[in-house]
């Protein structure tokens, strides 16, 4: 009796929501792939990757985990569920147990993004406040989504999710890709992350790479049947 086919889930990274997602949710379930796009709360690594992972317990069957950007680092932490048969990684940070986004961004010089982060606090469980980032609205086209309309990228600025600045300093407690099959999507004209880093850590993990020359940050947005494709890899190879 063959395998039932893996959930796929998409967890979105910094300064997006799930709706970053839509063209990849609608390609893959063309394809009768089941497909969860659950929210991030963007509040911290071990906390984030503790919301993942607990969806990903009460999901029946096989999952095959994607993340984006910030996701990556999620899905490297939550992929050691028992049910997690695979890994996607899309313009994302690939991490090794131990490190934190910082140290690895350290490795290589900084890209556009880090001088067009704008400050925001907001209040944590002790009353003092926490700050968070967002892009400069200014900036955002160009360093998050220069491949996408621009009628679209002014929405996507102003609806930008902040993420909180601890998160960069934060460890990952396990690495994934260990003991887990993965994939990864490098964005060639990447300008949030650079696709140096994106490719270090996909080939330090081992991970089969597909490089989308041209492509943005947003690459889960503007080229959506691409990062489908490696998606249904990822979940064929699990099958």
């Given at each position: 009796?063959?395998?039932?086919?893996?959930?796929?889930?998409?967890?979105?990274?910094?300064?997006?929501?799930?709706?970053?997602?839509?063209?990849?949710?609608?390609?893959?379930?063309?394809?009768?792939?089941?497909?969860?796009?659950?929210?991030?709360?963007?509040?911290?690594?071990?906390?984030?990757?503790?919301?993942?992972?607990?969806?990903?317990?009460?999901?029946?069957?096989?999952?095959?985990?994607?993340?984006?950007?910030?996701?990556?680092?999620?899905?490297?932490?939550?992929?050691?569920?028992?049910?997690?048969?695979?890994?996607?990684?899309?313009?994302?940070?690939?991490?090794?147990?131990?490190?934190?986004?910082?140290?690895?961004?350290?490795?290589?010089?900084?890209?556009?993004?880090?001088?067009?982060?704008?400050?925001?606090?907001?209040?944590?469980?002790?009353?003092?406040?926490?700050?968070?980032?967002?892009?400069?609205?200014?900036?955002?086209?160009?360093?998050?989504?220069?491949?996408?309309?621009a009628e679209t990228t002014?929405?996507?600025?102003?609806?930008?999710?902040?993420?909180?600045?601890?998160?960069?300093?934060?460890?990952?407690?396990?690495?994934?890709?260990?003991?887990?099959?993965?994939?990864?999507?490098?964005?060639?004209?990447?300008?949030?992350?650079?696709?140096?880093?994106?490719?270090f850590g996909a080939t330090?993990?081992?991970?089969?790479?597909?490089?989308?020359?041209?492509?943005?940050?947003?690459?889960?947005?503007?080229?959506?049947?691409?990062?489908?494709?490696?998606?249904?890899?990822?979940?064929?190879?699990?099958?």
């Amino acid at each position: 009796m063959p395998n039932p086919t893996p959930t796929v889930v998409l967890v979105h990274g910094a300064f997006a929501d799930a709706a970053s997602w839509s063209g990849v949710v609608a390609d893959l379930k063309r394809d009768g792939i089941p497909v969860l796009a659950p929210p991030n709360p963007l509040r911290g690594l071990a906390a984030d990757a503790a919301y993942i992972a607990s969806l990903v317990a009460q999901i029946d069957g096989p999952v095959v985990l994607v993340g984006h950007s910030y996701g990556g680092a999620l899905i490297t932490v939550a992929g050691v569920a028992e049910n997690v048969v695979g890994l996607v990684y899309v313009a994302a940070y690939v991490l090794e147990e131990g490190e934190s986004l910082g140290e690895l961004q350290g490795r290589f010089p900084a890209s556009p993004l880090v001088s067009n982060l704008k400050q925001w606090t907001y209040p944590v469980a002790d009353g003092e406040a926490a700050v968070e980032v967002t892009i400069a609205e200014d900036a955002f086209p160009a360093i998050f989504a220069a491949d996408v309309p621009a009628e679209t990228t002014t929405v996507l600025a102003a609806a930008q999710r902040p993420l909180a600045a601890g998160v960069f300093e934060e460890k990952a407690t396990a690495a994934a890709w260990r003991t887990t099959p993965s994939w990864a999507v490098i964005a060639g004209a990447d300008r949030a992350i650079d696709p140096e880093v994106e490719r270090f850590g996909a080939t330090r993990a081992g991970a089969t790479v597909v490089e989308v020359d041209g492509a943005s940050h947003a690459i889960a947005l503007s080229r959506p049947k691409e990062v489908a494709e490696v998606i249904r890899t990822a979940v064929r190879a699990a099958g």
